[in-house]
């Protein structure tokens, strides 16, 4: 039974030196527990956040510790009235291929219904986090111009459907040209922005949204936002959902620069974190799966295979290296 633990918080961009694996023993479960069997691991941009030691929404990892996502596994053995051996649940789970759980926290899931792994992605976290942050903050009406980074990724892909659903013009902005390709003609976005190889992003957003922006959903932060402000609208509303050219920075820039824009053109912009709304994660699931079932939407997964990957997997995220949603599969 092998963990991985956060062996050093890392220093700018996380190196697999951050972690170390540990043989361990593998546990009985007790009356009330189940023994689980980890089936795939969801490694995610935010867990980058975690890794430091700061005071956040979430208790950052300990050092020496495993290190925990959302997580599928099996139920393998069960002294829970609860579950029964060959469930699969979900959960926060730490980094382990065996655990035992008293079933807090766990939801079943069912396979029948949709792919184990969707439930990590399209039908979990990041596709809630994209229904809810535009529901909550985005508020989008037809006709509107929306536009979304980290479009090709797990949450940006759900947000930009669903600005199709909502009749929208959906603008994308993400790393390759093969992404734009993806999110076009899989995805139905309108537009595609490639910003490794735009010079100038905010006439590039300029030409894409002749409208100008009524919602930006931002992932990235970092001057791609500040290009997305140039281009916002009176009224606009802006999702910051996530932040990720900034999480591996020593410095954080200093702001905020947007202040007169914010000001002089009425503009939401509101930080947002989707564990504040848990009591309505079963009613967004429910929409999203009953668009899926609809082929209203659909999703991308990137599926590593091995336990022993799932550092890699992680830090490959900061080099785009996932289409959609990144999953290990143990
Ligand atoms: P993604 O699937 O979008 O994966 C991350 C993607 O970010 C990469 O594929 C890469 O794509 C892009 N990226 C990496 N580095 C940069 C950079 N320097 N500048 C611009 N883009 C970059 O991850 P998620 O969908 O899981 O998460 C998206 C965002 O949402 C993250 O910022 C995450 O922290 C946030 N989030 C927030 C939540 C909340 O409650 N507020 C909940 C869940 C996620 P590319 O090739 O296009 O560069």
Redesign the pocket.
């Known amino acids: 039974n092998k963990t991985i633990l956060l062996k050093n918080r890392p220093k700018g961009r996380p190196t697999l030196d951050d972690f170390e694996f540990k043989e361990i023993e593998k546990p009985s479960p007790k009356e009330g527990e189940v023994l689980l069997k980890t089936k795939y691991v969801s490694v ?3 867990l ?2 975690r890794m430091r030691d700061e005071k956040s929404y979430i208790e950052p990892f300990q050092l020496n510790e495993p290190v925990e996502s959302g997580i599928i596994a099996e139920v393998i053995e069960s002294n829970s009235e609860n579950f029964k051996k060959g469930d699969y649940v979900n959960g926060m789970l730490q980094w382990k291929q065996f655990q035992t759980s008293n079933g807090k926290g766990l939801q079943k899931v069912d396979g029948s219904k949709a792919p184990l792994s969707a439930y990590l992605g399209v039908l979990g ?2 596709g809630i ?2 229904y809810l ?1 535009l529901k909550k903050i985005g508020d989008l009406e037809k006709g509107e111009t929306l536009l979304v ?9 759900v947000v930009g459907q669903i600005g199709k659903i909502k009749g929208c013009k959906v603008v994308g ?4 040209d093969e ?1 734009i390709k993806t999110i076009k003609e899989k995805f139905h976005f309108d537009e595609g922005i490639n ?2 190889t735009t010079d100038n992003m905010k006439k590039a957003i300029a030409e894409a949204c002749p409208n100008g922006v009524d919602v930006y959903y931002d ?4 001057e ?1 936002l500040d290009a997305a402000m140039a281009n916002i609208n009176y009224n606009g509303r802006v999702v ?9 920075k020593t410095e954080q820039p200093t702001g905020p620069r947007h202040e007169t824009t914010l000001i002089k053109k009425s503009v939401l912009m509101q ?6 709304y848990q009591e309505e994660f079963p009613a967004a699931i429910q929409q999203l799966a009953t668009w899926l079932q609809e082929d209203k939407l659909t999703y991308s997964e990137t599926i590593v295979e091995g336990f022993d990957e799932i550092p890699q997997a992680f830090i490959d ?10 999953i290990v599969k143990v």
């Open positions: 995610d941009p935010y980058r956040g976290l990041t986090t994209a942050g980074s980290g479009a090709s990724g797990a949450v940006g892909t902005i993400a790393g390759t992404k910003y490794k992932n990235v932060g970092g791609i910051c959902c996530g932040a990720i050219s900034l999480y591996n930080g947002f974190t989707v564990r504040d995220l900061f080099d785009g290296k996932n289409k959609g949603k990144m």
